[in-house]
């Protein structure tokens, strides 16, 4: 009997024993899924932040490409324009010497 009686307040010393483990391991997962859906708040925040700087992207991409091009042309044209400028002054040299 007195064998049995201390058997069982030590299975019981460990059944707390392991209330206890389970409660603390219960509460390192509470923490890691607050931590876990906040991290998911941020990610998800940082997603929607990549997703418009990769729009802006694209909008500044088009208006580069715009620009470039309108620049090519005053390039071509500034050429043409001097080019034109010379052949007729120096037209105008020989046709009036």
């Known amino acids: 009997m007195?064998?049995?009686?201390?058997?069982?307040?030590?299975?019981?010393?460990?059944?707390?024993?392991?209330?206890?483990?389970?409660?603390?391991?219960?509460?390192?997962?509470?923490?890691?899924?607050?931590?876990?859906?906040i991290n998911a708040a941020i990610i998800a925040t940082y997603q929607a932040e990549i997703k418009v700087m990769k729009n802006q992207r694209g909008v500044y991409d088009a208006e580069l490409k715009s620009i470039n091009r309108t620049?090519?042309?005053?390039?071509?044209?500034?050429?043409?324009?001097a080019m034109a400028g010379v052949a007729t002054t120096t037209a105008a040299i020989f046709l009036f010497k």
């Open 2 to 37: 007195l064998i049995a009686a201390q058997q069982k307040r030590l299975l019981q010393e460990e059944v707390n024993i392991l209330e206890q483990r389970t409660l603390q391991k219960q509460a390192i997962i509470n923490t890691y899924e607050g931590k876990d859906s």
């Open 71 to 81: 620049l090519k042309r005053q390039k071509r044209k500034t050429f043409f324009t």
